[in-house]
């Protein structure tokens, strides 16, 4: 079994409203989960012909919507008695997070501007897809030193030794995973494929396995997680998540090449560019 070690946090800050708020490996494996995450983004979408402005604009917005609804998720939907303790929970926004809440988020944030700056939805999402999976590495591995994911009690050879026991320590399981499903998803992407096929593989390959987990969760713990008829929300929301990524694998679309970043306004195209609009043109497929 897995040793157990507990994190201490690196600083303390005096927030007004908030008090004291601790700085712990979390929150900086996350940071830098965010920042990876959104330089691939820029990079493989400029590979396929998405401008770089376009992308870093959608980039900092979509993670600040999906922290938001994190947030809100997690306390309404997973710890709703936390609300009634203390309403300043809502807007404390490091006091508990859901993983299916920030994707819920991005994804609203994600629909909405698209359509309304008439950027391509689907050959973004795919860069998404790739930018998210190593940024979900360093969050699980975040959730792995904080140990916030704890399990049913298990002789498991994976198990971690948790003060109270060996249990099953789901953010680490799906670290192990999400190591593995990131080198499928960039050996897929090595070649040109049909828009949205990337996106819709990670929503095929993440959907099960999380759905499966969360059968794992601890019951015994001091704040189990709510159930709706039997399911966690994020369970209820992988069945929506795997829906949506088998029609996105079997949609036809066009395949989007790699065309490189496109001519800005008043250059050239460059020698591996066309110069009829790209796939981050608004000619592109729209969805």
Excluded at 267 to 279: K, L
């Amino acid at each position: 079994m897995i040793p157990y070690f507990a994190a201490k946090p690196l600083l303390d800050l005096d927030l007004p409203i908030f008090g004291t708020v601790a700085i712990h490996w979390f929150g900086i494996l996350v940071a830098l989960g965010v920042i990876l995450g959104d330089r691939i983004v820029v990079r493989e979408g400029e590979k396929r012909g998405l401008d770089a402005r376009d992308v870093r604009y959608l980039n900092v917005r979509m993670v600040i919507g999906g922290f938001i609804m994190a947030h809100l998720v997690s306390v309404i939907f997973y710890f709703p008695e936390r609300i009634k303790e203390n309403p300043l929970v809502l807007i404390n926004i490091w006091s508990g997070l859901s993983s299916f809440g920030g994707f819920i988020g991005a994804a609203l944030t994600y629909l909405y501007l698209t359509k309304k700056e008439k950027i391509p939805r689907l050959p973004y999402a795919d860069v998404v897809a790739l930018g998210l999976a190593v940024g979900w590495i360093f969050g699980r591995m975040g959730c792995t030193t904080a140990h916030d994911h704890p399990g049913r009690h298990t002789t498991f050879f994976l198990a971690v030794r948790y003060p109270e026991g060996p249990r099953h320590d789901l953010g680490f399981y799906e670290l192990l995973f999400t190591l593995v499903m990131t080198a499928i998803l960039f050996w897929y992407a090595r070649r040109p494929r049909p828009a949205g096929r990337i996106i819709g593989l990670f929503a095929t390959m993440y959907a099960p396995v999380r759905f499966g987990l969360d059968f794992l969760r601890a019951t015994d713990v001091a704040r189990p997680d709510e159930r709706y008829a039997g399911l966690t929300p994020a369970q209820w929301a992988c069945m929506a998540a795997l829906g949506v990524g088998v029609w996105l694998l079997r949609r036809p679309s066009p395949v989007l090449e790699f065309t490189g970043p496109p001519a800005r306004e008043g250059e050239p195209p460059g020698p591996d560019q066309p110069s009829a609009p790209t796939p981050s043109g608004p000619a592109a497929t729209p969805i």
